[in-house]
């Protein structure tokens, strides 16, 4: 159905769709006019009949559906009617009228639904043609006897006029109805209409119209002295209600001035019809002649001006003109505009071509770059605007009626404007911004002490930690009051400037969006964004602001809010529904952002109090708290310890904070109390006005006297951060409790705690205790006391629970008889219920949810199980969603490619970085939304299903593919977050050092064999990361895992065991029983001396022991697994002891020795079940001891040694360890710098002066270090270098250093960061050799944004998208905690090319040699082997994909890297079969990739086409059409494949192809390329396949036999479709290097790849003509030869049969045929056709009428 004109403001989009079952049985448009008045128009169709079971009729589709899906044998027919019925009556009792227009494929009169919907007593509808014509209807199908077709209307509803076309007048073989309601009775007689918001007059995107308001607006304010009354008025007054008057007075004024500079920057057009020359002069008539009208109704008497009015227009004679003239003259005005308003945009864009080409030839640059623009910006509208269309989501639309749910649950619904404003008034405003009295300090004593601001002697004392609270204060606040007191003990008081300059304002409000509605008083943004471009304009309002917050006032028009009442859930109109936006003034929110968003922000971050729980902070995103999540499960699910999360919201976080929680602790950060004041009272005293469909009110809801408006709002600058403070504040006071996760390293015993995580109002709090192993009755309790805590804390700031969105998990685990451990299920035990505290004192329960239950938080689905198949569906459904909608719109096939890229894949992609699925489970997820989308972009669905998502840079179609984008999203955030402080670098490294522990064969896991060490470890967000590195050969580097072997010539255990021939099933359980004995090394199991076995290991460990000071995860092995562990570690360490012993202990160790000798003493301590006893000699032997001490407290001291026990209390030493080798500490820096390793940075590194200078001169503060880096792209575009140079000012010594860096991302901006990289690296090694050096370094550098960003960075991690991130990480984690001070500073850049050297300072002298060094490095490498990307030291971690090492913003090479690997199993694929695997290595693909990603999508699509043999040539589309040729239409001789299109030996296309060719070789020879290249490459391709590569090189040598070798692998054909040799590049490359080619070989390559497939594109484009032509293409031949058979069967008819006014018909030139698209001769056959019929019809109507006279 399609719906247009006014009817379209009632029409209800929720309320409309289709029947439920999806077969498209009906669908309905509802439609909601005055006071609720509902009308609903149902289209439907009953199925006809049909027996055959095997068809694809709707009958038997629907039978089939019914069958299988809810298994009812019913007739399909039957049930339509039953169905359709039923939901009619339904809707018929809920008041509603109707409109039924059915096919009903039955008489419509004597069949049973035409009577049921007839029915007196049932629905009583009436047929309204027959009803209103008095005659029943006849045949509605063209071949039909029978009316199967009507139109029933209930009897509420008038027509007017109804009737039944003729058929062959409407859409189809049915005849058309056309039937005439009352609007009236359809939607009332005063439906309600949506007012919209009026249009802005200034706009400040037009140049000229903010320049002429500005004009206007200075004028005034200078006129009337506006910014020195500000002063005047602050200065004069002397209390704040005296300043409140006069400020608002001068705010009134100067509103006043901003309105009426706003009225005059311009006219208001309506903009229906796009300007043009042509369209102006009929809008301007039209005009005119309405003036006309006008002045002979006497309603205009200037007659001058309508004269000159219309002599402009080219009109003359106005006024002698009658009255009909000009109704004539504006009829055809009228028209004109009409046609200029459906084809105005034609002439729009001639018109700005135009305008741009005189722009061009008078070179006005600004006036063509302001033209360009226009026709960007309205290029990209209307793209957008017509995508959006179709693909756009759903959103809330503005409120026309509200629902309000009653006590008893019933639900009222308002309608009228009156009450709709009265429901939302009473239920949001009345109550949702009333929400924060229920917090206790708004009762009472406290309110009395503390009152609305807290700006009292008892909020004083609060902050100064002497507050003592009443009796009966509940503990929330008591614990909110103590973390206020310790925030204002960090930070000082008033430390927070609420200064607002007028330079700052301008920089706030340059950034601003101009759309951005706000501000009842009309001052929108569009003022302030106008008003930066006058200094006077902006220190106006920058003054006004800033004394209204020295005062502590707000202004009378920031008190006024602007209520958007919106829908959350589109269709959704329940007001606890409902989002309200406040539109608040447009300057109170400027200033809100800067106080709080801004200065108290940074002011928080200073002083370290924004704490790792805040997942909302800056830098941060929602993915990473999805993260923590995740991590968190894993680490869970490693060490098999219990623990809880409860996901535990928060209800209306900004509208029910408390004023004066708010207030003190905004104190408590610094912001001083008149500017709280300032933001809290325009809140208080908020009158809320309205806007809904019915427009903007003009009354409004205002707080009374007695009781305030609390909260922050939605939509007020100050909420975001406002709301981040009080979150400091709760996490702090709830962690001070000891609520919190806590996570240990299992190396270190590094403690991490994390109590919550936390964005805006999501919350979910975290328990797990890894220090010790808690019951999971103990786990429950814990959590169940954090979550009534942080309860209390909630309704102490004012908020509360959601009970409804919250739920919590409980995890525990279990071990099978095997030893195999899985999770206990506790969610249907009542034990176990969770309680949360509510505002009014009681308990609410919340759900409980088993581990394997996924539940989405933040957009991500996670379970603590690590199941991925809840966020497996969630893509899926995101995935069918969008492509369902592209089926049913309509889209260019570019538009689908192109919305898949920023529309379809960020939204089905979104949090695919905390995705764990498998790499196989990742691959299909999409396969069918894939398979169904396709088509729509053109590619046919059944092309083979690998190509579908291979990258469209390797000639696949180009889906995204799940498994790639993951794995990228995986390293992205691995990168940013591994080796960072952050929680989840924190929670990283544990899961990475379990996974080690776990794993026990090496310390860097990712290098292993993962299908062979699978089954060993736990599946967890590390483990999947593993699987995709192993599948895609990327190689992840740890460097920074603290685990060392202890001794020398020590192993790995598990390794070993695997050397002496266990595998599989057997390994498995050895390593089972490894982790619960606690052995990592074969030093853990052996004895002191390192040869014999420690006999400990071969029993059991019990529980309550801990054999080593690493942390293994729980086990429960059999006691089979054991008997094998014996016989394992037997065979391992024989008897008689290791064939080789190990040597001596390089580090203490990580096991925890039962036996030590203490010599100094004599004392001989053994350790066991948690005390130690102390033995001594016994006699004379220094071998035998007896037990002396017993029961005291465990000392490890002393030599680990191996003993026998020999008899009661007494025993014997067998062994004693050797001595543990020393480490020697560094003397110098040097060495500190050859310890960390990779020292290539240090390779150039030189050094004058005494060795301990350089501590000197950081002492002294004399020490400046200078760098430089640099960045040649014509010598290397994948190389930059530095320079650096660390001197002391005093002349005591200089270093001196520099080095190259091969990158993709090589740039300056990178060989600046590596410089300042180098330079703290040297001073990190000089504080490791003296860590109490006081001083100062000053850091010069001559790249601002690489000084600012090390200078800004956090102190626990990288912000999200940060570039270069390997660099700055690697600055932030080693150089932030230096014991000297860093003083960085700016030079100016190439100083030297404007002065003489010795006139510059010592930096600048400095910064000009260490310019030249880096460039020199660069210049050096010319011809030489460009060394590999390196490792820096101390990195933490690198990714290594082949020989480049990534970071962020590289994900791109990584995606190249995977999908090149998929491709080489794609291309030799069996039904794909392009390339063999041999032949795939000799393409250059790095050329092939760029010139497939650069190139138009649908261009793309067809080399993807033409390369997977998919294209639509004959024999394909044979597969699929019955009867089609499959032969070739230019040589109808071979059958037409993709490779024929190349290789067909038609004249035409022969010519064609080599005129081609011949082309490519002049693009060769103008581009420079080397001679010989060029010539064999063009004889190879004019060869088309018949002579190889190696007969036309010959018996040349070297690099031309190896390119002979390697075309010939690859193939003509594949040559011509772009697939270069590798060995092209290289030969190419000599003529670079000689300086003959005149683009990089790099754009050579990928012009040469584009220029080949340009050829083969133009056989498509010659073969295409030739059969699509509509003159002489194929199919138009075979068209025409059928019309001219049937022409000249009707012209051998002669004139029989034809009227004598229809002869001349029969006078056709056939041969018109042969040269046109026979268009005119089909419609002259059809006419002759119809006057045929036409006379035989007459005939018999007139025998007929014989025959009845």
């Keep these: 159905m399609v719906l ?68 009812d044998d019913t007739c399909p027919r039957r049930r339509f009617r039953q169905d359709l019925v039923r939901q009619l009556k339904l809707w018929r009792e809920n008041g509603d009228r109707l409109i039924v227009c059915m096919d009903a494929n039955e008489d419509i009169y004597k069949k049973s639904i035409g009577k049921e919907l007839t029915e007196t007593n049932g629905l009583s509808m009436k047929e309204v043609v027959g009803e209103h014509t008095g005659r029943p209807l006849g045949a509605t199908f063209f071949r039909g006897s029978k009316p199967i077709d009507a139109v029933w209307a209930t009897p509420d509803l008038e027509v007017v006029g109804a009737c039944v076309l003729p058929a062959g007048f409407g859409v189809g073989d049915h005849r058309m109805f056309v039937v005439d309601f009352r609007l009236e009775s359809l939607v009332g007689a005063a439906p309600p209409k949506i007012v919209r918001a009026p249009s802005r007059r200034l706009n400040t995107k037009i140049p000229r119209i903010a320049e002429k308001y500005n004009r206007i607006l200075e004028k005034s304010l200078i006129e009337h002295r506006m910014n020195s009354r500000l002063l005047e008025a602050s200065d004069k007054s002397k209390s704040v209600e005296e300043a409140r008057v006069r400020l608002n007075q001068i705010d009134e004024e100067c509103t006043q001035y901003k309105r009426n500079a706003e009225k005059k920057c311009r006219k208001i057009k309506s903009g229906t019809i796009p300007f043009s020359p042509e369209a102006s002069v009929w809008i301007r008539r039209r005009q005119v002649y309405y003036s006309l009208l006008k002045y002979k109704q006497g309603r205009i008497r200037n007659r001058s001006n309508l004269r000159r009015s219309a002599q402009r227009c080219g009109i003359k004679k106005p006024l002698s003109m009658t009255v009909k003239e000009i109704h004539e003259r504006l009829e055809v005005c009228e028209k004109k505009c009409e046609y200029f308003c459906k084809h105005g945009q034609t002439y729009r864009r001639k018109h700005l071509q135009n305008r741009l080409s005189i722009a061009r030839k008078k070179r006005n640059a600004v006036a063509e770059q302001k033209i360009l623009d226009i026709i960007r910006r309205e290029k990209e509208r209307a793209f957008w605007r017509r995508l959006n269309y179709v693909m756009g989501r759903r959103s809330g639309k503005s409120v026309r009626r509200v629902q309000v749910t009653q006590a008893d649950g019933s639900i009222i619904e308002a309608t009228s404007q009156s009450a709709v404003h009265e429901a939302i008034w009473s239920n949001i405003h009345g109550k949702r911004f009333h929400l924060a009295e229920q917090a206790p300090i708004c009762k009472g004593k406290l309110r009395g002490e503390f009152g609305y601001m807290a700006n009292t002697r008892a909020a004083a004392e609060v902050l100064n930690g002497t507050y003592t609270c009443p009796e009966g204060t509940d503990e929330g606040t008591r614990d909110l009051f103590d973390e206020i007191a310790h925030l204002r003990s960090i930070v000082p008081k008033d430390s927070v400037s609420t200064t607002i300059s007028g330079k700052r304002w301008q920089q706030r409000w340059r950034k601003a969006k101009e759309k951005t509605s706000s501000s009842e008083s009309g001052i929108h943004f569009g003022h302030y964004i106008a008003g930066v471009q006058s200094n006077v304009i902006a220190q106006h309002d920058a003054i006004k602001t800033t004394l209204c917050n020295k005062w502590g006032i707000s202004l009378d028009r920031w008190s006024r809010g602007m209520s958007c009442m919106l829908e959350k859930i589109p269709g959704c109109c329940l007001i606890e529904k409902l989002r309200s936006i406040i539109l608040m003034e447009a300057d109170y929110n400027a200033n809100n952002k800067e106080i709080f968003g801004v200065n108290m922000m940074e002011n928080i971050r200073r002083h370290g109090l924004m704490m790792e729980e805040i997942f909302s902070e800056v830098g941060k995103t929602a993915e990473d708290g999805g993260l923590a999540k995740i991590l968190a499960y894993d680490i869970t699910r490693q060490c098999r310890r219990t623990a809880a999360i409860a996901s535990v919201d928060a209800a209306n976080c900004y509208d029910s904070i408390a004023h004066a929680i708010a207030s003190l602790i905004f104190q408590a950060c610094g912001v001083p109390v008149e500017g709280i004041e300032t933001m809290l009272s325009a809140i208080q005293d908020m009158k809320y006005f309205l806007r809904t469909a019915f427009g903007d009110s003009t009354d409004f809801k205002s707080s009374k006297i007695e009781v305030k408006f609390q909260g922050l709002c939605q939509g007020n600058g100050a909420a975001p951060a406002g709301w981040a403070a009080i979150s400091v504040t709760i996490v702090n006071a709830h962690k001070r409790k000891g609520h919190s996760a806590v996570f240990m390293c299992p190396i270190t015993n590094k403690i991490t705690k994390l109590a919550a995580i936390l964005y805006v109002d999501d919350c979910d709090l975290l328990h797990i205790d890894m220090t010790c192993e808690d019951s999971v009755y103990l786990t429950f309790e814990k959590m169940q006391e954090s979550v009534m805590n942080w309860g209390r804390l909630l309704i102490a700031s004012g908020g509360s629970y959601k009970p409804p969105k919250c739920f919590y998990h409980l995890i525990g685990f279990q071990w099978s008889r095997e030893g195999e451990w899985s999770y206990v299920d506790y969610h249907d035990k009542p034990e176990f219920e969770m309680l949360v505290p509510m505002p009014d004192g009681t308990v609410a329960t919340i759900d409980h949810l088993a581990v394997s239950t996924a539940k989405e938080t933040l957009g991500i689905w996670t379970a603590p199980s690590g199941s991925a198949d809840g966020p497996l569906l969630a893509m899926k459904e995101k995935a069918q969603e969008w492509v369902d909608k592209a089926k049913e719109g309509t889209m260019k096939r570019s538009d689908v490619w192109f919305l898949m890229d920023v529309q379809f894949w960020p939204r089905v992609g979104y949090g695919l970085c905390c995705n764990i699925a498998t790499h196989k489970q990742l691959e299909s997820c999409l396969s069918k939304q894939y398979y169904e989308v396709i088509s729509k972009g053109g590619v046919i669905c059944s092309a083979p299903a690998v190509i579908r998502q291979l990258g469209k840079g390797f000639y696949g179609v180009g889906c995204p593919n799940p498994a790639i984008e993951c794995f990228a999203a995986q390293v992205s955030k691995l990168m940013m977050h591994y080796g960072c402080s952050s929680s989840n670098g924190a929670k990283m490294h544990i899961s990475l050092r379990n996974l080690i522990i776990e794993l026990g064969v090496s310390m860097q896991p990712m290098q292993e064999d993962f299908e062979k060490y699978r089954k060993h470890v736990t599946w967890c967000w590390l483990v999947s990361l593993w699987e995709k590195c192993r599948h895609y050969g990327v190689k992840i580097v740890f460097n920074d895992t603290p685990l060392e072997l202890p001794r020398e010539r020590d192993k790995w255990l598990m390794p070993e065991f695997e050397r002496i021939g266990y595998s599989g099933t057997e390994l498995l359980r050895l390593n089972r029983v490894r982790r619960h004995q606690q052995a990592l090394f074969l030093s853990d199991i052996c004895g002191a001396s390192g040869s014999g076995l420690d006999e400990r290991y071969l029993r059991k460990r019990p529980s309550t022991e801990q054999w080593s000071s690493l942390k293994f995860p729980i086990e429960r092995p059999a006691a089979k697994d054991f008997r094998l562990w014996n016989i394992a570690i037997r065979q391992l360490v024989p008897a008689a002891g290791l064939a080789v012993r190990l040597g001596k202990f390089l580090h203490s160790g990580y096991k925890k020795w039962e036996w030590r000798l203490f010599e100094s003493e004599q004392h001989l301590l053994h350790a066991q079940d948690g005390v130690m006893d102390v033995y001594v000699p016994s006699g004379s032997s220094s071998r035998r001891w007896k037990k002396a001490i017993s029961g005291c407290d465990i000392q490890e001291r002393g030599k680990p040694c191996s003993v026998r026990e020999s008899t009661a209390n007494r025993v014997t030493i067998m062994s004693m360890a050797p001595a543990t080798v020393q480490e020697s ?292 589309q044979a597969r699929y059409t019955p009867n089609h040729c499959k032969k070739c239409p230019s040589c109808g001789v071979e059958i037409e494949t993709c490779g024929h299109v190349l290789s067909c030996e038609e004249a035409g296309r022969v010519d064609l192809l080599h005129k081609s060719i011949d082309l490519v070789g002049q693009w060769m020879k103008d581009q420079g390329t080397e001679p010989t290249l060029q010539r064999v490459l063009m004889e190879y391709a004019h060869g088309r396949g018949g002579k190889t590569m190696g007969e036309i090189v010959g018996r040349r040598g070297g690099c031309l036999r190896r390119l002979a070798q390697s075309m010939d692998k690859i193939g003509w054909r594949r040559f011509m479709e772009g697939m270069i040799s590798v060995e092209v590049e290289k030969i190419q490359g000599e003529m670079e290097d000689a300086g003959r080619c005149k683009m990089t070989v790099k754009s050579w390559c990928e012009g040469l790849v584009l220029k080949l497939l340009e050829v083969t594109h133009g056989q498509w484009l010659y073969r295409n003509v030739h059969v699509h032509d509509k003159v002489s293409g194929e199919k138009a031949m075979r068209r025409k030869e059928s019309i001219r058979a049937e022409l000249e069967y009707q012209m051998s008819l002669g004139e029989n049969g034809l009227a004598e006014e229809d002869q001349y018909l029969l006078e056709l030139n056939l041969d018109d045929l042969d040269h046109s698209t026979g268009e005119d001769q089909a419609i002259w056959l059809l006419s002759l056709r119809a006057a045929r019929k036409a006379r035989q019809l007459r005939e018999n109507r007139d025998s007929l009428a014989t025959a009845g006279g």
């Design 4 to 71: 247009f004109g006014t009817l379209i403001e009632q029409y209800e989009f929720e309320e409309s769709g289709k029947d439920e079952s999806g077969l498209g049985r009906w669908v309905v448009m509802t439609f909601r006019g005055e006071n609720g008045l509902t009308t609903r128009v149902v289209s439907c169709y009953n199925p006809c009949y049909n027996k055959n079971l095997t068809s694809k009729t709707s009958y038997q589709q629907h039978r089939r559906y019914f069958i299988l899906k809810e298994n």
């Design 1225 to 1516: 500490l560094p003397e110098s820096f040097l060495d500190v710098l050859r310890e960390w390793g990779n020292t290539w940075m240090w390779d150039s590194l030189k050094l004058l002066g005494e060795d301990d200078w350089l501590v000197t001169a950081i002492r002294e503060g004399t020490c400046i270090a200078v760098t430089d880096g640099s960045y040649i792209r014509e010598i290397f575009d994948d190389v930059c270098s530095c320079g650096f140079v660390l001197e002391c000012s005093q002349g005591r010594g200089r270093i001196l250093g520099s080095f190259p860096e091969q990158s993709s991302r090589a740039c300056a901006y990178r060989g600046e960061l590596l410089g300042l990289l180098a330079i703290h690296l040297i001073l990190l090694a000089v504080n490791k050799v003296a860590p109490q050096l006081e001083g100062c370094v000053k850091i010069y550098s001559d790249c601002l944004g690489a000084l600012n960003k090390v200078t800004t960075l956090p102190t626990n991690r990288i912000p999200s998208g940060c570039k270069h991130s390997d660099i700055l990480k690697n600055i932030m984690i080693h150089s932030s905690n230096l014991s000297f001070d860093c003083e960085y500073l700016h030079v100016e850049a190439h100083q030297d090319e404007r002065k003489a050297y010795l006139q510059l300072a010592r930096p600048s002298q400095l910064n000009c040699c260490m310019d030249i060094k880096a460039k020199n490095v660069l210049w050096g490498l010319m011809g030489e082997v460009v060394p590999p990307q390196g490792i820096f030291p101390l990195e933490p971690m690198a990714v290594m994909v082949g020989r480049e090492k990534l970071t962020s913003g590289s994900e791109d090479i990584l995606r190249f890297w995977c999908q090149k690997k998929e491709a080489r199993d794609v291309l030799s694929h069996r039904k794909v079969k392009v390339l063999q695997p041999d032949a795939f290595e000799e393409v250059d693909w790095r050329a092939v990739y760029q010139t497939l990603n650069d190139v138009p999508r649908m261009f793309q699509i067809w080399a993807c086409k033409q390369v997977c043999g998919v294209a639509g040539t004959n024999e394909m």
